[in-house]
């Protein structure tokens, strides 16, 4: 089963606007991690933040965390015609072992 | 460095038969782990290795199996083969168990 929901499913935006995407999950984390892929092959790890992190840079990218509302969202600013991709959260949890959760993804068209 | 390499990228399989998937993990990572993806969907959790001992499975059927041998690298295996399996197979290697490099996957289609 899925760990996480992502919302909103798509989002068509302007190249140069910003898109923000929204991660709910359901149980305790380790960490949040957020990855994109495109054409449904492999996934590319973006970006990391731990359960005791509340926001992260990287580049244009900038993830929040709260861990009160299980809930993270991914902002990428002045949006290119090349992030047009799926993108998806995926919990971390520790139990024995790490497993990464993934989420059911936004796909995510940066119009030209 | 070269990535994560899975092999074959495309398979086509009927009902009823048996598939063995390959994965060859960066080199320094112990950790491998599958995953299932169906079309419009998130990657599913399978199984996870790490030293070559299974540390983690994820809500499959037991006609899903996996191994890693001594090198890392890894194969997935499902037997009797059922429509439902047709997906793209994700393998993934990584060092400290948190960040996942991604191979480019198996298509699977089962007729």
């Known amino acids: 089963s899925q760990q996480g929901e992502e919302d909103p499913q798509a989002l068509s935006i302007q190249e140069g606007e910003n898109a923000t995407m929204n991660c709910s999950y359901k149980?305790?984390?380790?960490?949040l991690q957020w990855y994109r892929q495109n054409s449904g092959r492999g996934l590319v790890h973006l970006i990391l933040i731990r359960s005791n992190e509340r926001e992260k840079h990287s580049g244009r990218l900038r993830v929040t965390l709260d861990t009160s509302k299980k809930s993270s969202s991914l902002l990428i600013t002045a949006s290119r015609a090349a992030d047009t991709a799926s993108y998806f959260c995926?919990?971390?949890?520790?139990?024995?072992?790490?497993?990464?959760?993934f989420g059911t993804g936004t796909k995510l068209q940066v119009i030209p | 460095d070269a990535g994560v390499t899975q092999s074959p990228t495309h398979l086509i399989k009927t009902r009823g038969q048996h598939v063995t998937l390959r994965c060859s993990p960066i080199?320094?990572?112990?950790?491998v782990s599958w995953y299932q993806q169906v079309l419009g969907q998130g990657p599913q959790f399978i199984f996870q290795?790490?030293?070559?001992?299974?540390?983690g499975r994820g809500n499959f059927p037991d006609r899903f199996s996996a191994r890693q041998f001594p090198n890392y690298s890894s194969e997935l295996n499902v037997n009797a083969l059922l429509l439902g399996d047709s997906a793209l197979y994700l393998c993934?290697?990584?060092?400290?168990?948190?960040?996942?490099?991604f191979g480019s996957g198996t298509q699977l289609s089962v007729l």
């Open positions: 149980t305790s984390i380790n960490n």
């Open positions: 290795y790490y030293e070559k001992e299974e540390r």
């Open positions: 995926a919990s971390g949890m520790r139990g024995g072992y790490q497993k990464v959760t």
């Open positions: 080199s320094g990572h112990k950790s």
């Open positions: 993934a290697s990584s060092l400290d168990s948190e960040k996942l490099f």
